[in-house]
């Protein structure tokens, strides 16, 4: 039985489909259980993992026989209360985390914990601020201040609106000829965005809720799909919360860059940058050199601290 090459494009648990070289897709299931080393995962198989399948004579769908080695993976907690992670997807090129600064808002707190696990994991990060047309009043300075700090520490910035069209060329000059997964919590405009770049995809936009100001799930799972000017695109499940997995306390601050240029000045090479004394972490903080809300952020990550329900209100 001949053996097929291809990458998973759609995942929703012992089933998958699989996109061949040529274009072609097969539905195929795993072959028994599927554990990948060192990681207590809810889904052993993950979009954009490559396999091996073979094809079954009596039937019209594959059999996963096995999966490749990964390049990288984007990975969180499955709860806030489970020992499990969930991996998003696998073998990407960039990670673009879309945020809003209402209905839904999106906390910098979020930001900051989807940011930490692409760095830790080498992975390029980019910010799409979404339904800029609806921003007024207030909300322009803010949005001027979140776009200056993050353009600052390195982060590609761009805001967009799906209704006007504001940031379209930018996002497909971002997207062209990469990988990229898309996150963000339900209802800022993910499926919305991808409609209006890659108008054939025809993905179903949710409404917003009226009552929560959060969005309603339309995508259940994540789906990679193929842009006509090049690349993929990784659509994903709206997130509510990003909690970090296998991170080592000594290694969160090498993961916030401005963090990581100062660590070797302080006075202890185990420091924590919350109490110890020479800390050029917590000199730079007083100085005004790093952002307060990023260091609240890093304290609530070493702390693993979740974020209650209000945060997102």
């Given at each position: ?77 499955a709860t806030r209360l489970s020992k499990q992670s969930h991996i998003i997807a696998a073998n990407v090129d960039q990670a673009v985390v879309m945020v809003t600064l209402s209905k839904p808002r999106t906390s910098t707190g979020f930001i900051d914990r989807f940011l930490v696990t692409a760095e830790a994991y ?43 069209g504001e940031g379209k060329d930018e996002t497909i000059a971002l997207l062209k000829d990469k990988v990229s997964l898309i996150s963000g919590h339900s209802g800022v405009g993910k ?123």
């Amino acid at each position: 039985m001949d053996l097929h090459e291809g990458i998973v494009v759609r995942s929703t648990g012992s089933w998958c489909t699989v996109m061949s070289p040529d274009g072609s897709v097969t539905e195929c299931k795993l072959k028994g259980n599927f554990r990948i080393r060192g990681i207590r995962s809810t889904n052993p198989l993950a979009v954009g993992d490559k396999v091996q399948f073979i094809v079954q004579p009596d039937q019209p769908v594959g059999l996963i026989k096995s999966i490749s080695d990964r390049q990288n993976f984007i990975i969180r907690k499955a709860t806030r209360l489970s020992k499990q992670s969930h991996i998003i997807a696998a073998n990407v090129d960039q990670a673009v985390v879309m945020v809003t600064l209402s209905k839904p808002r999106t906390s910098t707190g979020f930001i900051d914990r989807f940011l930490v696990t692409a760095e830790a994991y080498h992975i390029p990060a980019a910010i799409l601020f979404n339904k800029c047309d609806l921003i007024t009043g207030r909300e322009t300075g803010r949005l001027d201040e979140l776009i200056s700090l993050y353009a600052s520490l390195g982060y590609k910035c761009i805001r967009t609106s799906a209704l006007t069209g504001e940031g379209k060329d930018e996002t497909i000059a971002l997207l062209k000829d990469k990988v990229s997964l898309i996150s963000g919590h339900s209802g800022v405009g993910k499926t919305a965005l991808i409609n209006s770049i890659e108008p054939g995809l025809m993905r179903k936009v949710g409404e917003i809720s009226d009552y929560h100001n959060k969005g309603k799930h339309t995508t259940t799972f994540a789906e990679m799909l193929p842009l006509s000017f090049g690349g993929f695109v990784i659509d994903t499940p709206g997130i509510k919360e990003f909690g970090l997995v296998h991170f080592d306390r000594q290694e969160v601050a090498e993961r916030f860059p401005e963090m990581r240029n100062l660590m070797h000045q302080c006075q202890f090479n185990d420091c924590t940058h919350l109490h110890e004394p020479g800390c050029a972490v917590k000199k730079a903080l007083a100085e005004g050199r790093i952002h307060p809300d990023r260091y609240k952020n890093y304290v609530s990550i070493i702390n693993d601290e979740y974020f209650e329900e209000s945060e997102w209100d």
